[in-house]
T-cell receptor
Framework: GQQVMQIPQYQHVQEGEDFTTYCNSS?????IQWYKQRPGGHPVFLIQ?????EVKKQKRLTFQFGEAKKNSSLHITATQTTDVGTYFC??????????FGAGTTVTVRA | EAQVTQNPRYLITVTGKKLTVTCSQN?????MSWYRQDPGLGLRQIYY???????DKGDVPEGYKVSRKEKRNFPLILESPSPNQTSLYFC?????????????FGPGTRLTVL
């Protein structure tokens, strides 16, 4: 079945620096979704990418969907303490299921 | 306020003692789902429901049961819990199928099975 792999598992970032987390699927995805989970909280939807090569921005967050629709990335510029949390990508192996990556847990050094 | 609620939020139990975790949503969503979250494994889908009386297995259904008798409720039942079911559980819902619609997650239930 579809596997969604996400790297790195942990990202320790100096405040103000940039970082990127990557998501790769073993199969072509119809779309990919990104969620953020704050420490002690629940996953919250960030964005969905549908088109090949699509790029979407949310303030300091840039999301990209690969040309082959098998990979995606999330790039955060000028990291702030509010960016702390775990970022998950998720892809649908079928219409009714959603496969999540293992997540990238981000910590920020002030 | 539109939300997904879960109860209890925390539960410590012993092996073999049947338990139910409730999930309710007030958004009139068709689709509901249960996930478990374990360190290093992300969120894994247990069961999902496309509508009332329609449920199906996710990726890790063993040891769990669900029912969908009403649109708003989707309880998760552990008939005979075991220590390997110690985990953080999330209920989620969406208006349509998860391949296209945003998933709204409940606050989570932390379960410990001794």
């Amino acid at each position: 079945g579809q596997q969604v792999m996400q790297i790195p598992q942990y990202q320790h970032v100096q405040e103000g620096e940039d970082f990127t987390t990557y998501c790769n699927s073993s199969t072509t995805l119809s779309n990919i979704q990104w969620y953020k989970q704050r420490p002690g909280g629940h996953p919250v939807f960030l964005i969905q990418l549908v088109k090949s090569g699509e790029v979407k921005k949310q303030k300091r967050l840039t999301f990209q969907f690969g040309e082959a629709k098998k990979n995606s990335s999330l790039h955060i510029t000028a990291t702030q303490t509010t960016d702390v949390g775990t970022y998950f990508c998720a892809g649908p192996p079928t219409d009714y299921k959603l496969s999540f990556g293992a997540g990238t847990t981000v910590t920020v050094r002030a | 306020e539109a939300q997904v609620t879960q109860n209890p939020r925390y539960l410590i139990t012993v092996t073999g003692k049947k338990l139910t975790v409730t999930c309710s949503q007030n958004m009139n969503h068709e689709y509901m789902s249960w996930y478990r979250q374990d360190p290093g494994l992300g969120l894994r889908q247990i069961y999902y429901s496309m509508n009332v009386e329609v449920t199906d297995k996710g990726d890790v259904p063993e040891g769990y049961k669900v029912s969908r008798k009403e649109k708003r409720n989707f309880p998760l039942i552990l008939e005979s819990p075991s220590p390997n079911q110690t985990s953080l559980y999330f209920c989620a819902s969406s208006f349509g199928v998860p391949s296209t619609d945003t998933q709204y997650f409940g606050p989570g239930t932390r379960l410990t099975v001794l």
